[in-house]
């Protein structure tokens, strides 16, 4: 035997010797989170790809946001655009439903009643992985199969012996139904058809277009406002429909169709598609998206005997890498602000930008495990910055939509430039984060938006929005006037955080003044404090406290607060807890108020509030961000062990591995991004603090794989659900005085230790 040969053997032999690595693929549950009011979908997609193809069961009301909800039983269609657990809804694009005979109009649930074609379907024939559906329609006997490239979604319909098997393509639709201002279909061969659609919705002037290709030859029927227009083969109009009849089929024929999806045009589509989905065999795109999906995964390596608990958080890393999502094209084209079309070889624009969510934990997650990716968003927000006039609040499609407060794109730029992820124009960062802040209305694309189904302005004034008055107060009085301003306290809590990352940017970029001015903005949430009441509360112009004054009130978007009240807002001073506890009068009444927090009772009052206020502990709201870093501030006045108690009592309690396991929308990633890293063992409660709060982990060993090569573990030793409290840490040997280490000891590599107990290790 030759030596080759004989290494080969050996080779082979011990292969089969060693345990093959469980795939984290696996754990993943993409049902997660379709139920109660998460507003995630189950459909495939690729990490941060353009193409979003799952079911729709109901377009109408909060729970269709995601346009799927688990508990229907009924679905639309397939459509290739989704926005993960947001709280509006958008997108919905291109609906295929394949069927057998006659089209059924059956579909009515929740909130949506209107009755709709499609197919009652059965849970029990659903399969969810990453990268894949599948579910049985179970009135046209059609399995439908689901999968992904970046830029493609790719269908495979195993029909039953049938003489009328055919598809709907409706371009009508949409999540939350919103104004198709204009649509167009062309047949272009037997097996070929493009189209488009330009929609006014939470996006005021969105562009869609697609490319499909199917495997089988059809004929096609196109309909116009519910005509058939018979041997016509391109229409335009703001409501159409195509039917296509592939004629007989056999037991368990399958027909594929390929369908790319582009922002720019339908070339843009057909491009789209021609590169990245060539071939036709549908099980080697699932494999290719199975393999992208488990490198990604494979960045965080947890163990673990609880397997539910690795279902939980691999679930909710697959959740983390859903959005931002590309928008440019495989050419490198894409769609500007304002509009126009652009091209860059090295530029990637991206989409989908819950900054008021995701600035929390889901980014600071990212310069752990991709940093390099988060660069490239914060580029795409500076690119976006140059367009239209402004850093996004919330882009959606390459359009400003004025949802939400803060601005929370400085939040990203300055925490991944504080980690030292500078790969981006510094300059203009400096001068966007400052544009941010100042109360100035010109040179901002949104002005021109107009509200394009009657060419008036956008009815939710996206100016006003973008550039409210409030900054101008903020700037001068110091405070927000709670009569000249809405919701004031949360945004001047806001304001005050964002101010004081733009001042650690000035000190960093030698900008003095800056410096000053900044940090002194940056404690303008002392102007919020109501001593005799203990709580942020709204002051009018007058300088006196708006009353009646109720702690537990909530009025959703028509009070002092945002989606949330008194109670939850009253801690968002991230960046200055020891001023905070100034104001609170020392330590001993600044513990006990914060105790009160978890203990109180959990109801909200009023008739209008907040649907968002979820996942109660006290008044502790778990599914709304404005709490999510109230529990690491007890790590900040040395009292530790309440942290990793409340830590453990939101991970164990409001994360489920069930459709409900979600206690509030997902919110693009954040609310799975606060599990991810609390359920390692750590957080970033104040991004822009290059540092991280210990709390409580829930594995026996943690493995992150960095971007430079290296790896950063994190061991826990006698850890079981009674022992959640930190007896001792070391870092890479060395005793942590303190329950805190920094991003450069993390990114240096190495080993941190945690050992547990059942009993609070009281100082």
């Not at 053997?9 to 993409?30: H, M, N, Q």
């Not at 991004?687 to 090569?709: A, M, T, W």
Request: with cysteine; glycine share 8%; aromatic share 12%.
């Amino acid at each position: 035997m030759s030596i080759k040969i004989f290494f080969i053997a050996l080779c082979i032999i011990f292969a089969s010797c060693t345990p093959a690595r469980e795939k984290l693929i696996e754990y993943v549950d993409p049902f997660i989170g379709t139920g109660q009011h998460g507003h995630t979908f189950p459909g495939a997609t690729l990490p941060h790809g353009l193409v979003q193809l799952s079911p729709d069961t109901r377009l109408r009301g909060w729970d269709a946001c995601g346009g799927y909800h688990h508990d229907d039983q009924s679905l639309l269609g397939f459509s290739h655009t989704h926005i993960s657990g947001t709280g509006i809804g958008d997108y919905g694009d291109i609906l295929f439903l394949p069927f057998t005979g006659e089209l059924k109009k059956i579909v009515r649930n929740g909130d949506d009643q209107v009755t709709r074609f499609g197919s009652r379907f059965s849970h029990e024939s659903e399969e969810a992985s990453p990268g894949y559906y599948k579910v049985t329609l179970d009135d046209y006997s059609v399995m439908a199969e689901l999968t992904a490239t970046s830029r493609t979604g790719i269908h495979r319909y195993t029909f039953p012996t049938s003489s009328e098997a055919g598809l709907m393509i409706d371009l009508t639709t949409s999540i939350h139904e919103h104004k198709c201002l204009m649509a167009g279909l062309k047949v272009i061969s037997d097996t070929e058809i493009s189209g488009m659609k330009h929609m006014a919705g939470w996006a005021p002037d969105r562009y869609v277009y697609f490319h499909a290709q199917f495997s089988k030859p059809f004929t096609a029927l196109l309909e116009v406002d519910g005509k058939n227009e018979p041997g016509v083969n391109e229409v335009a109009s703001q409501n159409i429909r195509a039917i296509l009849q592939f004629g007989n089929t056999k037991q368990e024929e399958q027909i594929v169709a390929k369908v790319g999806i582009s922002f720019v045009d339908e070339a843009g589509a057909r491009m789209n598609l021609e590169k990245e989905a060539a071939l036709w065999d549908f099980d080697l795109f699932r494999r290719g998206a199975e393999e992208i999906w488990e490198e990604e995964l494979s960045k965080i390596e947890v163990k673990s005997k609880d397997e539910t608990v690795k279902t939980i958080f691999y679930t909710g890393l697959y959740h983390t890498m859903i959005t931002p999502s590309i928008s440019s094209d495989v050419d490198g084209r894409f769609r500007e602000m304002g509009q126009t079309i652009s091209q860059s070889a090295e530029y990637q624009n991206y989409t989908i930008f819950s900054l008021w969510d995701t600035f929390r934990s889901l980014h600071p997650l990212y310069t752990v495990i991709a940093p390099d990716r988060n660069e490239a968003m914060i580029r795409s927000l500076l690119q976006k910055y140059e367009e239209g006039g402004m850093l996004p609040m919330w882009e959606l499609a390459s359009n400003y939509t004025g949802t939400m407060i803060g601005y929370h794109a400085v939040s990203v730029i300055v925490d991944a430039y504080m980690k030292g992820y500078r790969d981006f124009d510094l300059e203009k960062a400096y001068e966007a984060c400052k544009r941010s802040s100042i109360y100035d209305t010109s040179d901002i694309s949104a002005v021109l938006y107009p509200y394009l189904v009657e060419r008036k302005p956008h009815p939710l004034g996206i100016t006003n929005e973008l550039m409210p008055i409030g900054k101008q107060y903020k700037n001068t009085t110091g405070y927000i006037p709670s009569d000249r301003d809405n919701m004031s306290v949360a945004k001047g809590l806001e304001y005050a955080y964002n101010d004081w990352l733009i001042a650690q940017f000035a000190r960093e970029m030698g900008e003095e003044e800056d410096y000053k001015r900044y940090a002194e903005l940056g404690k303008n949430y002392k102007h919020y404090f109501d001593a005799s009441s203990g709580f942020m509360r709204g002051k009018l112009e007058d300088g006196s406290w708006v009353t009646p004054f109720n702690p537990s009130a909530s009025n959703h978007f028509k009070t002092d607060y945002c989606e949330g009240n008194a109670w939850q807002w009253t801690w968002f001073v991230p960046h200055d807890i020891d001023g905070l506890v100034a104001l609170m009068g020392g330590k001993k009444k600044f513990r006990a108020k914060l105790d009160s927090l978890f203990f109180v009772s959990s109801d909200i009052e009023g008739e209008q509030a907040s649907p968002d206020i979820t996942g109660m502990i006290g008044q502790y709201a778990h599914g709304n961000e404005p709490s999510h870093q109230t529990a690491h501030i007890y790590n900040l006045i040395g009292q530790p062990w309440k942290t990793q108690e409340i830590v453990d009592e939101i991970m164990r309690r409001l994360y489920l591995a069930t459709p409900d396991g979600i206690s509030g929308n997902e919110d693009c990633g954040q609310m799975s991004a606060w599990y991810v890293l609390n359920s390692m063992g750590f957080f970033s409660y104040c991004p822009g603090i290059p540092e991280y709060s210990i709390g409580r982990p829930l594995f026996d060993e943690v493995k992150i794989q960095l971007q430079n090569g290296k790896q950063f573990t994190i061991k826990t030793t006698n850890n079981s659900d009674y022992n959640k409290y930190v007896q001792s840490a070391t870092l890479n040997g060395k005793t942590l005085s303190r329950l805190f280490f920094s991003h450069q000891e993390l990114v240096n590599g190495g080993v941190l230790e945690l050992h547990m107990g059942a009993e609070p290790k009281v100082n």
